[in-house]
């Protein structure tokens, strides 16, 4: 299997630098060692100009028998002849995807101390891969790569050059050409070779779910033909296809993150000012994040998780009271806790403070133990991004597994957008809002979900509360029932 990665560059930024962003000198050629073979890395060429990486793997197949790996699609034993005659040595395949993830990892995870500034920026990029197994044809080769940003080129491989008449094999020479950032292209990939090959040289578990969402961070989720990789790349299991999917549509979800939605309030409580000369109101973002507060403050929590936390504007806000001694923010987006720990700059805070805060990884429609113990748990403007019929599995992990004392949930109220001068008759307020619920509405759900976990719940108006249709937003505050008195004895104490 033969893979070649080109860049080109000039004297100030010259194309040599590929070296230090694969962690591969230009001028060595390196063997690693791997469970089915031998990996080469090596440099056909490498000046300012012009640099190419190549990776050689060279496959055992006697190794990959004995370690029963010798199987064919679906699992079903080869003629014994075909277990060691057979095209894995030479077609891109899951092995060489493997390799490529374990030869150059740092590469992989966009790390790069030496060049951290070219590790961030697209590069004008040139891969190609002789042999590639493509169910598919050159048609699927495109669809895969075309919407990633490639130029792509992939000619069908005759089964015979001599025998034209034979038609094509199922190889395409593909060339891809772009402006990508190195650890994208490798991403893309490391997902995409063995899709295309449609088969992987090893049992696919749970894991691999965890290992397609890493590599398909920020590309996946809106991928047209994301069915169909997601599909292949675990193999066609069906209930590892569709918990990836599921947390896809959560990914893409909360990637429409609190940045919009924030600029979307502050635009619409722009238009309640009646004139220039008046103040400025306070943004129903900020408005919806002092309320939540104030009820933590009133419940006694100190200990407080933020589901669905986005970008971290809730979770700066309590890290700044020092009322909160933990705080734990959760989101299903990679790139929304990124950019959460760049606003919060957790590498430069102190023991003390950093021990006050953590940001993890996970999705609302799954229990997960680590949300268990908790004082207090808020939804801020996060169920109206979700399909309706998934709300039950969140009631579950939140209400049902987790169970904190004391649970906020604020959503908007439908019946205010009549007030909003700039938002049509009849839309929502982000478009990516599954629905608006109406006080009615909201209330119906809240009495539901307090009533089947063991919860009491009342109402709080966010922002101006109109007399006709209510407020902007509406908040249900639950408590659990048999914690409701020692709630009630916090707050005459603290009155």
Known sequence: ?????STTGTPERPATDLGFLLHKHPESAQAFSTSYGTAHVFYPEASVERCTAALLLEVDQVALVRRGKGKGRGGAPDAALAQYVNDRPYAASSLLAVAVSSVFSSALRGVCKAR????????????????????????LVRKLFEPLGWAVEAEAVPLDENFPE???????????VGEVRLAEALRHLYVLLPVLDDAKHYWVSADEVDKLLRAGEGWL??????????????????????????????????????????????????????SDTEERPV????????AIIAE????????????????????????????FSEIVGVDVSVRALTLAARRLKLDRLGERQAARLQLFQGSLAY???????????VLSEVIEHLDLPRLPALEYAVFGSARPRTVLVTTPNVEYNVRWESLPAGHVRHGDHRFEWTRAEFRDWAERVAGRHGYRVRYVPVGPDDPEVGPPTQMAVFSLADDHSTTTKKKEAAA
């Open 283 to 290: 943004a129903l973002a900020v408005l919806r994040r002092e």
């Open 296 to 323: 933590l403050h009133a419940a006694g929590a100190t200990r407080v998780l933020d589901l669905g936390c986005g970008q971290g504007q809730l979770v700066q806000a309590l890290f700044k009271d020092v009322r």
């Open 221 to 274: 989720a809106e991928h047209p033909e994301q069915k169909l990789i997601t599909s292949r790349y675990l193999s066609r299991r069906w209930s590892l296809t569709r918990q990836a999917m599921e947390r896809l549509e959560l990914v893409r979800l909360a990637d429409a993150d609190d940045t919009v939605v924030e600029a979307i309030d502050n635009a619409v409580d722009a238009d309640d000012e009646q």
């Open 116 to 139: 951290p500034e070219r590790a961030r920026e697209a590069l004008p990029l040139r891969v190609e891969v002789p042999a590639l197994p493509a169910r598919g044809g050159p048609d």
């Open 1 to 5: 299997m033969f893979l070649t990665i």
């Open 367 to 377: 229990t997960d133990k680590r949300l268990k113990g908790y004082d207090a748990a």
């Open 166 to 176: 034979w038609g094509a094999s199922r190889y395409v020479r593909l060339v891809l």
